[in-house]
Nanobody, 124 residues
């Protein structure tokens, strides 16, 4: 069964850091770009970052650029999202998904194998 599983979420104070993981099972991540997304209560899901299959290309939404870093370890079949300088507005459920065609772009198009999400809450 093709599956992505997110982990690493939690409660953190403003200015703090978290590292999210996106682990694949049932397929190899080697050949796929992977995106990170988030959905805050009452808001639409938004793309925040994407990394190419090799890891050589990354892209970020303006709201997280300079604070978040996406990376991957294909040997561990895992993609990471390092989140620093967290703000209350970063509070959301975070998801990862597999890009099935086309290059990395910030957006929801052409992604599948969505995980169940991991909650990130930034609050004092």
């Amino acid at each position: 069964q093709l599956q992505l599983v997110e982990s690493g979420g939690g409660l953190v104070q403003p200015g703090g850091s978290l590292r999210l993981s996106c682990a694949a099972s049932g397929f190899s991540l080697d050949y796929y770009a992977i995106g990170w997304f988030r959905q805050a209560p009452g808001k639409e899901r938004e793309g925040i970052s994407c990394i190419s299959s090799s890891g050589g290309m990354t892209t970020y939404a303006g709201s997280v650029k300079g604070r978040f870093t996406i990376s991957r370890d294909n040997a561990k079949n895992t993609v990471y999202l390092q989140m620093n300088s967290l703000k209350p507005e970063d509070t959301a459920v975070y998801y990862c998904a597999r890009k099935i065609k086309g290059p990395c772009r910030i957006g929801l198009a052409d992604f599948d194998s969505w995980g169940q999400g991991t909650q990130v809450t930034v609050s004092s």
